[in-house]
């Protein structure tokens, strides 16, 4: 019987002889993971159930990254977190100031391999299946029975097929790709579905855009989502672990409830937005450039878990063509973990981000950005590149909350409002050009 790649996946590690979606199977997590959103209540659970042993201590990986210390009570949480990695020994276990974006630690320190399938009771990690991971949300009781039994029970999902060809043109990003998949998708009757993307255009999507595809697609569609591997997987892997990886691939012939396809030569700057926090529109971005109607941008932040590599980073500059930041906007970058932290120092680009205005923040600060702490509230309209953020900011209303690509939230810091990622380009060489 032909099979999509998860189905092969979860086949091979529950030992079945043959599954289908909707059936429910009993899987062996190779990784379970919890950052400070689910930790303490995942313990609690674990305590007060009676359990006493955990299964296999090489495969949990622990993340403290919540900063500031705000209460008494977040302290104490904190305490009883560090007590118990110490009662039961847990060596993946990732302080402050050596942590940041839970998922990025992961990937950075060579948790991830294809064919990976993690637990978690958060929406932390979903990039990760841009390296073939399935990441598997489930609640912190279920956590904490896997803690105990190294066993999961899960729901086989339906599969959506996204295929990508041609490539990436100027000025576009994954996130972009994303958002242009969203803006036409139709949500499929089966509630339980994943996201397989696979394609030639794959070549063509540098790793770090596909973790920015992977983390906008599942935050805005609330799915996992998964890719085939290739070759530039393996070599971005090759001097990041040592753990052993299994590589699937769906048949031509298999059972998806939706096969979409994306040309990327197509694909344009794009923007979703959510005005008064009413449902989400998508727009391309050539269609606010330039509309001195709408109202200009207060606040911008980029980074983190939406850009917060040295890569976005890169892109990011040079797309604002190293012009500071309007003196209107404030503009917020945080960079997604400390080892990213440490390289954009070492590369001087912290140095280039601080000339030209923006303001920098620790990984470890987004929890309090995402409990509306300093960043949005009535009339300040934010732009951010992070699809997570853009999704706790909607709860307010009042403003508008615009969800960009990283070149998108540059190019918009220096004009103060929303601008085409070419736009600063064609400036330039226009004032360059001779009279």
């Known amino acids: 019987m032909n099979q999509t790649l998860i189905e092969k996946m979860l086949l091979q590690n529950s030992g079945e002889t043959q599954i289908t979606p909707g059936d429910l199977i009993r899987v062996q997590p190779t990784l379970i993971a919890s950052s400070h959103y689910s930790i303490n209540r995942t313990i609690r659970t674990f305590k007060r159930s009676g359990m006493k042993k955990l299964v296999n201590k090489d495969n949990i990986v622990i993340i403290n990254n919540a900063s500031p210390v705000d209460s008494s009570h977040q302290s104490m949480d904190t305490f009883l977190l560090q007590k118990f990695i110490r009662d039961y020994e847990i060596d993946h276990y990732y302080e402050l100031g ?5 998922s990025v630690l992961l990937e950075e320190q060579g948790f991830i391999v294809p064919g990976t399938l993690m637990v978690s009771a958060e929406q932390n990690f979903s990039e990760l299946g841009a390296l073939g991971a399935y990441i598997l949300d489930n609640s912190p009781n ?20 996204l295929t990508l060809e041609g490539k990436l043109g100027n000025w576009i990003t994954g996130t972009d790709l994303a958002l242009t998949v969203m803006k036409d998708f139709v949500v499929p009757e089966e ?5 397989e993307v696979k394609g030639a255009g794959l070549e063509h999507l540098p790793i770090h855009e596909r973790f920015n595809l992977a983390r906008v697609l599942s935050d805005l569609s609330g799915r996992s989502v998964i890719f085939e591997v290739d070759q530039a997987v393996l070599e971005y892997l090759s001097d990041r ?5 299994e590589y699937y691939y769906g048949d031509p012939d298999a059972r998806y409830i939706q096969r979409l396809k994306v040309n990327m030569n197509a694909v344009e700057p794009m923007l979703c ?26 606040k911008i932040f980029m980074g983190a878990c939406g850009g917060g590599r040295v890569e976005d980073v890169q892109v ?10 309007n003196p209107h906007v404030q503009t917020i970058f945080m960079p997604s973990s400390a080892r990213t932290w ?3 120092i070492s590369e001087g680009l912290m140095g280039i981000l601080t000339d030209l205005g923006h303001e920098i923040y620790p990984a470890s600060f987004f929890r309090t ?6 960043i949005y509230t009535s009339n300040v309209h934010v732009m951010t590149s992070s699809s997570l953020l853009f999704l706790h900011a909607m709860e307010t209303n009042g403003h508008n909350i615009y969800l960009s690509s990283i070149m998108t939230a540059f190019a918009s810091s220096v004009k103060g409002r929303i601008t085409h990622p070419a736009a600063l380009q064609a400036e330039g060489e226009k004032q360059e050009s001779p009279s």
């Open 98 to 102: 050596r942590s940041g974006v839970p």
């Open 142 to 161: 279920e956590v904490a029975l896997s803690w105990a039994t190294g066993e999961q029970w899960i729901k086989v999902p339906h599969s959506v097929e």
């Open 191 to 195: 509630d339980n579905y994943i996201f």
């Open 241 to 245: 672990t040592r753990r052993e990886a």
């Open 273 to 298: 937005v959510s005005s008064d926090a009413e449902e989400i529109s998508y727009f391309k971005v050539g269609d606010f450039d330039g509309d001195s109607s709408r109202p200009g941008i207060d």
């Open 316 to 325: 990011g500059i040079r797309s604002s063509r190293f012009s500071r930041v």
């Open 342 to 344: 440490s390289d954009l």
């Open 369 to 374: 950005l995402a409990e509306s702490v300093g």
